[in-house]
């Protein structure tokens, strides 16, 4: 059984909520050609999952609402 706890955030930005969801990576499977994806933060959205950025388990709350409000507004309303 995995460690990895997952972690969820909703973020109200610029008059919309959005939810956002830690992932645990996964290992390169070169049998299927897949290269390996580290743990990350992904947008739910229309019942997708978009990849937002890698997670980094010693940022503190704050430092992460930062980055994924920054990635919305590259993003979302660039």
Do not use: C
């Amino acid at each position: 059984m995995s460690a990895y706890k997952i972690e969820q955030k909703r973020l109200l930005h610029r008059g919309r909520e959005f939810h956002f969801v830690s992932y645990e990576g996964q290992l390169a499977n070169p049998a299927k050609d897949l290269a390996a994806v580290p743990p990350g933060w992904y947008l739910m959205q229309s019942g997708k999952r978009i990849p937002v950025m890698p997670q980094n388990r010693d940022a503190t709350a704050e430092a992460v609402d930062k980055s994924l409000i920054q990635w919305l507004d590259s993003h979302v309303f660039g």
